[in-house]
């Protein structure tokens, strides 16, 4: 009789203890809810925005598919939590969200201080400005004295301290902590510059009463590393996350995509492919997966080259640093194998 | 048999807790063990979840470089001070639009509380209909309307609204022009501070003097001699400085001159229009508290107008104006944090660009607690004091 009064208050001390007080708890709450619960921006065409659906899409939002896809079998089961900049760490580290997709810049302080890790890039961008075209500014050293329009809590607020410190030039920033309301303020005057990273400008360019009126400068100040992140702690997961990021640029190299996947698997004598794809080895089980789950993945959403189409070239962006490496560009996914 | 049954009265434990006091130490006890109990066990919880996720704790990132700009502040910083500095800097902007907004707001709540008791029709209407219409709108929406008003209806930079070359009004905000930096302008304001003591001193003398012979001593004058004259007679021989620094169109913007900018006069005038709103009905009340009779007395005795409202009707209605007033001046300083919504970088905005550069959210919050308490525990001890010098004293 106490010894079960006693299982059931430590059955009611472990409830109200948040989750992760057990080994790899993540992973083991993502499968037994069957739903990967994913931290996106609340809306930033390209990379995640709810459509006139309500299904999420973007790179960032599609990259919580892929993870969904690899772990519980569907890229319909993700649970979507829009975050502003200000939150978005907090949502993580206190447990509302599994991972963390939006267009976060990867630096040593937030992957050494906030309890999170960056998987890796999943988009190379740098800091740029918007201008309006009539007030006839073409380059960024021509800025001093401009008021600036930048959201909070952004490596964007600090890089562009620095680079006015740096050229020993003046501003005055506006600080709105929603985009929504801080393109407003940019479009109605009240700043002569909006900044972000250039990806975020063209996106934000697209929303303008008249696109044409502004211009992004030439100038890239600053590097700005996007990627996903999850907390410490649950490794299995992290890895899992990981190789699916690193899954999907091998998939583009070796050419495999959603189209041809399962006859790549079937057919292709390329051992890197066979081990990619599961016909040889046993990666997938290594991750604790089974061994077909990258070809479940880009079936699902495609290789980094067809999520980079479908999403990102509508802003008129070209693939630029996130091409593939042999093409130029620095997406390089360590081997599979 | 009378001595076994004390025996048993002693020995049977529940007749000790029969007994009230006991209980009642019994049941105190438990409640602090279940209030410390539940205390240590967030506390606990949070340094073990802290320690899981490998989250840094502690305050000495408050001496680190912070890196990010500050729109405006009452005191020198750049992104090169501390996060410390910058949390200064985020309080002296919310003391600042707090302080202006408490005084901005007790002149018009006053002004329109007493409109509302005045005996014609359409002042008290509007007056009255003042009071519903701002009470009843959300004020982040009020705040919302007035940064609309300033940053979208306003000209562009370089169409301002001029009034001569002393004051230009754009999107960017207000620049009025203000003097150049003198010595002159400080002597002036040391002598205004001598001015107002002097002026207190008057008041004192004059008043002892009353109690003393019964005559009265003109007030008006003289306070209004030490508080003007001294000051300009001071700036006049230091050497009557009127060079003004003029705003003048420069690159981007405007240059040189005092600057308001939009946030700031958003926040100040939707804070003081929405809380002038509940002090009008404060002030209201506590005029209606006080008996028609008071008046009536005060008039037979042959007090003026003024006096009756300074000497009677307004002594006896601050000791019921004074309490919830202390309230409204608290609401005011801690509604200023909606500021965060429109770009007004107070103390919450600077905390929230901390957090997020830093990731010691436990630390920033604390930090905000900490603040918004002691600034409210200084008004309440301030108005306190007051209410207990202005309090009806029954003899």
Known sequence: MIGRTLVRIATAAALLTPALALAGPTLDAIKSKGVLRCGVHTGLAGFSAPDAKGDWTGIDAEFCKAVATAIVGDPKKVEYVPTNTQNRFTVLQSGEVDILSRNTTWTATRDSTLGAVFLGTWFYDGQGFMVPKKIGVTKASELDGATVCVLPGTTTELNLADYFRSKGMSFKPVVVAELAQLTQAFFSGRCDVFTTDISGLASTRLTAPNKDDYLILPDAISKEPLGPLVRRGDWEFFTIAKWTLFGLIEAEEYGVTSENVEKMKAESKDPAVQRMLGASGDIGKGLGLDNDWLVRVIKAVGNYGEIYKRNIEPLGLERGLNAQWRDGGLMYAPPIR | MARRRSDVRTADPLR??????????????????????????????????????????????????????????????????????????????????????????????????????????????????????????????????????????????????AFGDLAFWSQ??????????????????????????????????????????????????????LMVGLPLLAWWLSGAPTDLDRPVLKGFNFAGGLVVTPEFLALLIGLSTYTAAFIAEVVRAGIQSVDRGQGEAAMSLGLSPAQQLRLVTLPQALRVIVPPMTSQYLNLTKNSSLAVAIGYPDLVSVANTSMNQTGQAIEAIVILMAVYLAISLLISVFMNWYNARVRLVER
């Open chain 2, 16 to 161: 000790v807790l029969s007994n009230e006091r006991t209980r009642g130490i019994v049941w105190q006890l438990l409640l602090l063990a279940a209030v410390v109990g539940v205390g240590w066990y967030l506390f606990d919880n949070t340094q073990h979840n802290l320690a899981q996720r490998q989250i840094r704790v502690g305050f000495d990132f408050l001496g680190r470089e912070a890196g990010f700009e500050i729109a405006e502040a009452r005191i020198a910083y750049s992104p090169a001070d501390t996060y410390g500095r910058a949390f200064l800097a985020g309080i002296s902007n919310t003391l600042w639009v707090s302080a202006l907004g408490i005084v901005a707001a007790t002149l018009l709540g006053t002004l329109i509380g007493i409109g509302r008791l005045s005996t014609n029709w359409l002042v008290a209407r509007l007056a009255g209909g003042y009071v519903e219409f701002m009470r009843n709108i959300p004020l982040l929406l009020q705040l919302f309307i007035w940064y609309g008003l300033f940053t979208e209806l306003l000209p562009p930079v370089r169409q301002a609204l």
């Open chain 2, 172 to 225: 960017r905000g207000l620049r009025i022009a203000w003097p150049q930096p003198h010595p002159a302008w400080q002597v002036a304001g040391w002598a205004l501070l001598a001015g107002i003591a002097l002026a207190i001193g008057w008041r004192h003398a004059a008043r002892a003097r009353q109690q003393r012979t019964g005559r009265q001593w003109p007030m008006f004058v003289p306070a209004m001699v």
